[in-house]
Structure formats: structure tokens, C-alpha cells
């Protein structure tokens, strides 16, 4: 799945035009999704394409779910809706699913289990191996970004200190570190590096300016 940054936003953009999600059919959901991603980190999901499409179905659903729950809290037709309690963040399976698309993780996956390509008479063929790398760095890229993009977003929205403030502060360190290859200790080498560096150092500046912006928000 080729979920990038505009398709992303497409999305949405799409979803806010309808109304809010039942948040208890939504809890059901995460709980299935954080199955998903807990079962990839510990055993691992034997297709590269199966797995790559459920981290970024995890990532899309926390997305949507934090969008949910934004509008939620500001909806001018709930009753006391000022004096709600900020909702949840939810960061413990944002770190997860962040963890889980760690570029770094998902090359060595793909390199360690690859084969070179050859035809009936034993001579290599043209081997794709470095395109598919690429690919799987641009959609784990564009999943962690907007996991950070609207972490950053959050805190704009409920910058009232504590840890409405601290927690995506957290989302964005772990998003940041991950794309620098800091946090995740998977072992790694030039070609690995050279695969993620361009991608994944044009999200971090991205994120990082997004994050220290005075005029970020999804509505600005």
C-alpha cells in the first residue's frame, strides 16, 4: 500500500466531513490493532506486504481515532464541552505502531530474507530488491510523519501544560529518534543507511518545524 503524506491527508480531509465516530466502536478497534502491532514487534508477520499494510492500517486508525477525538472535545454542541478533560492521546500504541514502521527495522527484515533473483538457467536476473526498499522506507516514513504531525497538532490543541503537553512531546522524541535511526537498536550498515537517509531526514526537518511553529494546527 502506497499510503503517502497527500494520500494521507486526502483521507483526512475525507473523514472530517462526516460525524464523529462512535468512540466505544472505535476502543474495540484500537484494542484489534494494538494486537496487530504487538504480534508483529514480538513474532513477526511472515508476508513483507501483509505486514507493511496492517502497521500502516494501525498507523491510519490512530490517526483517524485522535482526528475523533479532537472533534469530540470541540464540538460546539456538546453539552459542557469546555470543560471537558482533554482526551486521550493515547501514546502508549503510538510508540508501538512507531516502533514497528522503524525504517531501520523494516529493511533488515526485507534484506535478511532475501533471495537474489535468478532464471531457469541460474544467471541473476534484475533484481528489485533496492525499489522495494525504497517504497517500504517512503510508506514507513509518511506513517511515523503523520503520527508526529498530529501528535504536534494536539499539543497546540491542549497546551495546558502537565501531560497534555508532555505526552506529545513523547510521540514526537520516539517519531524523531526512530527516523534517525537512534531508538530502534536493530543492527544496520551503509546500504541500509543510505536507503533511509534522504527520506527520512527530510521528515525529521519537517516534523521538527512543524513542531516548533507557532501557527501549526490542522486548522490553520
Not at 88 to 114: G, N, T
Not at 144 to 171: M, Q, Y
Not at 175 to 193: C, F, H, M, W, Y
Request: charged share 25%; aromatic share 4%.
Amino acid at each position: 500500500p502506497h499510503l503517502l503524506w497527500d494520500q494521507l491527508a486526502e483521507s483526512a480531509a475525507y473523514m472530517a466531513r462526516f460525524e464523529s465516530l462512535d468512540m466505544g466502536l472505535l476502543e474495540n478497534t484500537t484494542k484489534l490493532m494494538d494486537e496487530i502491532v504487538a504480534r508483529e514487534l514480538k513474532q513477526g508477520i511472515p508476508s513483507h506486504h501483509m505486514r507493511l499494510f496492517l502497521l500502516a492500517l494501525a498507523a491510519d486508525h490512530w490517526m483517524q481515532g485522535r482526528v475523533a477525538a479532537i472533534r469530540k472535545q470541540f464540538d460546539a454542541s456538546a453539552p459542557n464541552h469546555v470543560n471537558n478533560p482533554p482526551p486521550s492521546l493515547d501514546v502508549q500504541s503510538a510508540r508501538e505502531i512507531i516502533m514497528a514502521l522503524s525504517p531501520k527495522r523494516m529493511l533488515a527484515k526485507i534484506f535478511h530474507s532475501h533471495v537474489p533473483p535468478v532464471d531457469s538457467e541460474g544467471k541473476k536476473k534484475k533484481d528489485p530488491i533496492k525499489r522495494l526498499a525504497l517504497e517500504t522506507v517512503r510508506v514507513c516514513v509518511a506513517c511515523i510523519e503523520n503520527l508526529a504531525l498530529i501528535a504536534c497538532d494536539w499539543r497546540k490543541r491542549f497546551n495546558s501544560g502537565g501531560s497534555t503537553k508532555e505526552e506529545p512531546k513523547h510521540v514526537v522524541s520516539v517519531a524523531v529518534g526512530v527516523l534517525q535511526g537512534k531508538v530502534d537498536e536493530t543492527p544496520s550498515n551503509d546500504t541500509i543507511r543510505a536507503i533511509m537517509a534522504p527520506v527520512c531526514d527530510s521528515a525529521v526537518g519537517r516534523i521538527q518545524a512543524f513542531y516548533e511553529s507557532d501557527m501549526g494546527g490542522a486548522d490553520s
